[in-house]
């Protein structure tokens, strides 16, 4: 791309999409400070997997007294929807929104996030290889368990458009197709999707079980709502810069996929706790996806469609977790006790 101009930038020029080339190699002057400011955030939260210690969690998967059938099947479900969720996170972000973003701060926050999405897929490797589960049958059943799969499918299904080669934004229709990729993408996908399963592992930690892994997942959840805040921002300053784009009949269309996103959500749930377990049954999760899906709706000003109340009130003390909780307390200790920490 050539440099299209000989003056220096100006920042009304800069735009979340559609800015000009030459904007895109300079971080100033930073326009969207929240891009920024998600970067920082990103980097002061920053973990790797091995840091957690996972005997106890060794231990317990191994001991016939610990966990129940369901509980084992829970764990595995989970973690066959999350190795392949954030490896669909990771190529959304590398193959298609980086592409698009014009904001160089946003791209810069992007690096972050893409490394992120690398580290979870790291943490869901790491605690297949502790307790020995079967990789094969993990990591294959986003194509073999039709309630991972219809996720995935749904996802990959609208966003194809926009990994496109040829695709580029500049145009109302296009602007669109991009603008409804961030809402699959962070609101659907990283906003509803990673949200029951989240639940199921802060169930297990509640009852003093496989907590190395559900601590793994917590960190997980600390980024992962990061990247929400950051593509909640993305749309909605779209939104303002370009507000053509945000007709009744686009948010018509967002609502639809919003609910069509909680069906598929809720059929997950179900298959995971067929029986309900952790005190947990399928109308908790149907309340608390409803919840969560009305939060988000609200975040990028559309109207609530549910009214539930939220049935994990627990939850919200595990997700909002910008207020640190006793991450680093926890990390300290492991860090003491985690066998690979020896260098
Ligand atoms: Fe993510």
Known sequence: MPITSKTRVNINDRRMINGTDADVIQLYPIKHKFAWNAYNAGNANHWLPNEIGMQRDIEQWKSKYVLSEDERLALKIVLGFFTTADSIAANNIVLATYKHLTSPEARLYLLRQAYEEAIHTHAYQYIVESLGLDEGEIFNMYRERSEIYNKAEFI???????????????????DQKFLENMVVFSVI?????????????????RQNKMVGSSEQIQYIMRDESQHLNFGINVINTIKEEQPELWTPEFQEKMIALIKKGVTLEYTFAQNVFPVGIFGMNAQNFKNYIEYIADRR????????QYHSKNPFLWMSEAVDLNKEKNFFETRVLEYKTGGTLNW
């Open 189 to 205: 996908m990283e906003g509803i999707f990673f949200y029951s399963a989240f639940a199921v592992m802060f169930g297990f930690q």
């Open 297 to 304: 709706l609200t975040s990028i000003g559309l109207p609530l």
């Open 156 to 174: 990959l299904s609208i966003n194809e458009g926009i990994f496109n080669p040829q695709f580029s934004t500049g145009t109302l229709e296009n």
